[in-house]
C-alpha cells in the first residue's frame, strides 16, 4: 500500500497490539474501529473552562463531556505557540525534528514559503490508509500555499482559514491594539478557504466559529457509516475576538467570556450530533488547546488557572492545556486523571487503535496512551520536553521539571535567563513553580541533565521551514 504523497509502507496487524511487553485485544471496549475526533482551541488557558475552576465562563457542554468522560490534569501541548504545536499534534514529533519551529520566526506567516514537509506521516495520512473519511474544519497554520495545505496532507476536504486570524492586516485599520479593542473582520484580510480555493476575504469573524460547527456537523452526518477522522482547530480565542450575535453579552467574563461559551456550544453541537447518529459509543472525542493563554491581551486573552505564565513560554501555563476525553462505553465517566500525556501522543493512539502501524522509520515521540484512557495501565510517558524553537528549554522527568533556560511568554522586552545549575520544580508539589529545591535535589538535576544529553545527542535539527520566505516558491 501507498500512503498517499508519502514514501512510507505501512503494514497493517488486525487483532492485537503489544502493549507493556504483553498482547492484548486491539479494542478493549468494543471489537470495531472508533471514530476520532480532535477539538482544538487557538490560545486557550488552563483555567478558561468551567469543569477546569473557572468561576464565570460557563462551559456546560464541556462540563458534561467531562463527566461522561475523562479529565487529564497534566497533558501537554507540542509547543508554546500556534504552528510547532500543530506540526506535534499532526505528526507525532517533536518540531524541532521537522524544521516546523524557529526562534526567528515563531509561527508561519502570509508571506512564508514553507510549510509542513512532505515527507512527514501525518495522522490523517495515516488513518485515511486505514480506510478513513478525512476532514480538517478550522485554523491549519501548516503552510497555506497548495503542497502545505489540508488538502495535500491527508484530508479530504477543508474548510477553515490558513493561518492565525490576526494576520494580513489591513494597512487602513486603527494602529495598534485599538484594533483589537473594537475588532471588525474588515481589519484583517484574511482568507476562508473550502479545500484549495478562497471562498470570502476577509473572512466574516463573526460567524466563523458558527460555520465551523455547521461544516463539522454535515461531515459526521454524510458519513456516519463509515470510518471517520475530523479535526476541527478553532480560529478562537485567539485575537481578534469574535462571535456570533447570539452570544453577545452571553458571560459574565465579557467578550472574552462569550467566545469561550460559543465554542462550549460548538462542542455540544458536535457531540449532539454523534449521540444523534448513534455515534457516541463508536467514537473517541479529545479536547485540547494548542497553547496556552495570550496574557499580554489582558482582559482579551484567557487564564492559565494556578499555572505560572502562558502562550510563548515554557513555563506551565504556556503548554500545560485543558484536556478532555470523551468515549462512552470505552472511556470510564467521570475519570479525572493525573498521568502524563501529549498532544504529541494522539498520533500513535489512534493510529494503533484503527489497527494501523506507527511508523518505524524515523523518531516518533509520541505514546500509545489507550492504557489510560480505558482504564488499563498507567501512561508510557515520563518526560515531556519544553521547546522554545529549536532550544531545549526545560525538561520535566517525571514529577520533577528543570529548567536550563527561562523567559517570558509574549512579553517585552523578552530576555533569556540561563540557569547554571537549572532552577527545580517538583511540579506535583508546586503545579505554579514558585519554589526552586535545586539544591536540595543535586542528583534529580544530574539525571536530567544526563536525559537532555542523551535526547540532544540523538537529534537531528533540520533547516526551518518558517524561515523560507514566500519568493523561494516563485
Not at 525538561?395 to 527545580?424: C, D, I, S
Request: overall charge negative.
Amino acid at each position: 500500500m501507498r500512503l498517499v504523497s508519502r514514501k512510507l509502507t505501512f503494514s497493517i496487524f488486525a487483532a492485537v497490539v503489544v502493549v507493556a511487553g504483553r498482547s492484548v485485544p486491539l479494542l478493549a471496549a468494543q471489537d470495531q474501529k472508533p471514530n476520532f475526533v480532535i477539538i482544538f482551541a487557538d490560545d486557550l488557558g488552563y483555567g478558561d473552562l468551567g469543569c477546569f475552576g473557572h468561576p464565570t465562563i460557563r462551559t456546560p457542554h464541556l462540563d458534561r463531556m467531562a463527566a461522561e468522560g475523562m479529565r487529564f490534569t497534566q497533558f501537554y501541548s507540542a509547543a508554546s505557540v500556534c504552528t510547532p504545536s500543530r506540526a506535534g499534534l499532526m505528526t507525532g514529533r517533536l518540531p524541532v525534528r521537522n524544521g516546523m519551529c524557529s526562534d526567528k520566526r515563531r509561527v508561519l506567516f502570509p508571506d512564508s514559503g514553507g510549510g509542513i514537509p512532505a515527507e512527514e506521516i501525518t495522522l490523517a495520512e495515516a488513518l485515511r490508509e486505514q480506510g478513513y473519511a478525512t476532514a480538517c474544519v478550522g485554523k491549519w497554520h501548516l503552510g497555506h500555499l497548495p503542497q502545505f495545505l489540508p488538502t495535500s496532507n491527508g484530508f479530504d476536504s477543508y474548510l477553515g482559514i490558513p493561518y492565525s486570524n490576526d494576520m494580513d492586516r489591513d494597512p487602513e485599520s486603527p494602529k495598534g491594539r485599538p484594533a483589537f479593542l473594537t475588532p471588525h473582520s474588515e481589519y484583517w484580510n484574511v482568507p476562508l478557504m473550502r479545500d484549495e480555493e478562497v471562498i470570502e476575504r476577509p473572512a466574516d469573524q463573526t460567524t466563523i466559529t458558527k460555520r465551523y460547527t455547521e461544516q463539522a456537523v454535515r461531515f459526521i452526518s454524510s458519513h456516519k457509516d463509515e470510518n471517520f477522522f475530523l479535526y476541527m482547530p478553532h480560529t478562537m480565542p485567539h485575537v481578534p475576538l469574535f462571535r456570533q450575535t447570539d452570544f453577545e453579552g452571553h458571560s459574565l467574563r465579557g467578550l472574552y467570556g462569550d467566545v469561550i461559551e460559543e465554542i462550549d456550544w460548538s462542542v455540544g453541537q458536535v457531540l449532539d450530533t454523534l449521540r444523534e447518529h448513534d455515534l457516541d459509543k463508536k467514537t473517541i472525542v479529545v479536547f485540547c488547546s494548542d497553547n496556552g493563554p495570550w496574557l499580554t491581551y489582558d482582559q482579551q486573552g484567557g487564564s492559565a488557572g494556578l499555572l505560572r505564565d502562558g502562550k510563548g513560554a515554557t513555563w506551565e501555563g504556556g503548554m500545560r492545556e485543558p484536556t478532555i476525553a470523551w468515549g462512552p462505553g470505552r472511556i470510564s465517566a467521570g475519570a479525572v486523571t493525573q498521568e502524563l500525556g501529549a498532544t504529541l501522543d494522539l498520533f500513535p493512539t489512534f493510529v494503533t487503535l484503527a489497527g494501523g502501524q506507527v511508523p518505524d522509520d524515523r523518531t516518533m515521540d509520541g505514546y500509545d496512551i489507550s492504557p489510560v484512557l480505558f482504564g488499563t495501565g498507567p501512561s508510557p510517558r515520563d518526560t515531556v520536553y519544553y521547546y522554545r524553537g529549536p532550544r531545549l528549554m526545560a525538561l520535566r522527568k517525571g514529577p520533577w521539571k528543570a529548567h536550563f533556560m527561562t523567559q517570558p511568554g509574549y512579553a517585552n522586552p523578552r530576555p533569556t535567563t540561563k540557569h547554571e545549575p537549572p532552577v527545580l520544580y517538583h511540579l506535583e508539589h508546586d503545579p505554579s513553580e514558585k519554589y526552586d529545591v535545586a539544591e536540595h535535589h543535586p542528583d534529580v538535576i544530574d539525571d536530567i541533565r544526563q536525559a537532555a544529553a542523551a535526547h540532544r545527542a540523538a537529534l537531528e535539527i533540520p533547516p526551518s521551514q518558517l524561515e523560507i520566505p514566500l519568493s523561494d516558491q516563485n
